[in-house]
């Protein structure tokens, strides 16, 4: 479930310091630029180009201040002088509705629907900014004619089939809103887009080029899904895949928070168990796994999903068998209780901990012993083992390296150095008298309390690093249920 609108430059893209364009206010420097009104395109997979005359610019430099509609910051790209006299322009590859949310550089591809803003700015070689006017421009495929209808909580977008078939796909999705509303205790503030595709191969070309597998998306940034849903599908089967897209939006909207999100298992586990539950397919998919030990623990499953049939297959039924166990076992309340803790921004383990008892790999382990698997060891790279630990963390002793210290009893003395004159190697000073040969001592200890205050810095920053960097809870788009068999006869 994620797709994505290319926005290229060959000018270089640069994520700019995000103060200036926090907002995009109208504030202009006295005697400052004049801007035209801004033009944008975006084609469906292709680049974004936004024009604008701008005159004044002296010498100054312009940029283009690009975000989703609703958002805030913007992401900066530099500008370049058009074609024609006084004329900017600015190209991008950019997938502004993942860059608007986690306040990076996304490469890839806006899906339909995406309604991106714009803004020139110019900073002046006296060092004024000044901004011009907001432009939208809203990402489409036009490759159909689509007719729309909307019912409560949906608007339905299609090209294909009578008017009755579109109800029915409002129909599904609103019910499947109101029942995980139900569940979740949240429902959509605002009517989402649903677009229906009667073609796979429409679908992956609209949302996911690159996969191959998948029913639907769902993209919870821009409050759209997309499905495929031939008007000659079995009315039944068309109401998982759009009861599975709706559920990742509601999941979406009662997990929010800042700081994390919950692992994509989970969120494609609780669509599955709610549109389809734990089916008779599903349960051969995971059996067979577990008969020759190929389960793919919970961990490896925090992410996007493998793009192999197969195993895209198998991430499903593992999903949801381990929502079905967790219910089984812990009640399905707990497991509500369960999604709504984080939107308090918990960890995994605080979240499983919280409700359980125990932390995810405990989760984990319990599991896999249910399904008749042990927990497998996990591959790839892992941590180094540890390094010698020096004798002074254990409790030995190092060598002075002070020009006329004592060597510390038993230890080598550093070539070319010897013991201070008049004293023995194993001397000490009597009680109550303060040593006068330490200091080799006192400044290991010190070089050691310095030593650890700049590992725990350097760790407490790349932590912060790492939490700034890491994506938002949902920034990817969610995967529809993998297609069944051939649709059969007309029914709609």
């Known amino acids: 479930m994620n797709g994505f609108t290319r926005v290229a430059a060959s000018l270089g893209l640069a994520l700019a310091s995000f103060g200036a364009g926090l907002a995009l206010p109208a504030s202009v420097a006295a005697q400052g630029p004049t801007f035209g009104e801004p033009v944008g395109s975006a084609p469906m997979g292709q680049a974004i180009t936004v024009t604008s005359t701008i005159d004044g610019v002296n010498g100054g430099t312009v940029e283009l201040l690009i975000r989703l509609a609703g958002t805030t910051p913007s992401i900066v790209i530099p500008a370049t002088p058009g074609t024609v006299e006084g004329g900017w322009q600015a190209t991008t590859e950019l997938d502004v509705p993942s860059s608007s949310v986690c306040t990076c550089h996304f490469d890839g591809n806006s899906p339909p629907n995406s309604k991106i803003e714009f803004q020139f700015r110019v900073r002046g070689a006296d060092g004024t900014v000044s901004l011009g006017p907001v432009g939208q421009v809203t990402v489409e495929d036009d490759r159909f004619e689509w007719r729309t209808i909307e019912d409560d909580l949906v608007r339905v ?15 599904v999705a609103n019910q499947a ?49 997309f499905v495929w849903i031939p008007p000659t599908q079995d009315p039944s089967e068309a109401a998982v ?137 996990p591959v790839g790279p892992q941590p180094a083992p540890p390094g010698p630990v020096p004798s002074a963390w254990s409790g030995g002793a190092q060598p002075s390296f002070e020009p006329g210290s004592t060597p510390v009893p038993g230890s080598t003395p550093v070539p070319g150095t010897t013991p201070a004159p008049g004293r023995s190697p194993s001397a ?27 590992i725990v810095a350097v ?21 529809g249920p993998p297609p069944g068999p051939p649709p059969g006869p007309p029914q709609w």
């Open 157 to 171: 977008h299609w090209y294909e089939g009578d008017e009755a078939f579109a109800q029915a796909a409002a129909d």
């Open 177 to 225: 809103i109101d029942r995980a509303a139900e569940l979740l205790g949240t429902t959509l503030p605002n009517p989402v887009d649903l677009f229906v595709y009667s073609t796979q191969q429409a679908l992956l070309d609209a949302v996911s080029p690159q996969r191959e597998s998948i029913a639907g998306e769902a993209h919870s940034d821009i409050d759209t899904m």
């Open 241 to 377: 895949t759009v009861a599975h897209e709706l559920t990742h939006l509601v999941f979406n909207e009662t997990t929010e928070n800042p700081y994390s999100g919950p692992p994509r298992w989970l969120n494609e586990g609780i669509a599955t168990y709610l549109s389809e539950g734990y089916s008779d397919q599903y349960r051969a998919v995971v059996n067979a796994a577990a008969g020759t030990d190929t389960i793919i623990p919970l961990e490896g499953l925090n992410g996007f999903f493998p793009s192999q049939y197969d195993q895209f297959l198998l991430a499903y039924g593992e999903s949801v068998s381990a929502v079905d166990y967790f219910v089984n076992t812990y009640s399905e309340q707990t497991l509500w209780d369960l999604v709504r803790s984080y939107s308090n921004g918990l960890s995994n383990d605080d979240a499983f901990t919280a409700a359980t008892g125990g932390n995810l790999a405990t989760f984990n382990a319990a599991w896999s012993e249910s399904i008749g698997s042990g927990v497998r060891e």
């Open 428 to 454: 000490s000073p009597s009680p109550g008298t303060p040593a006068t040969g330490d200091s080799g001592a006192g400044g290991l200890l010190l070089g050691l309390v310095l030593f650890i205050a700049v």
């Open 459 to 479: 760790v407490v920053i790349v932590l912060i690093v790492q939490r700034n960097r890491r994506p938002p809870p949902s920034p990817m788009p969610t995967y």
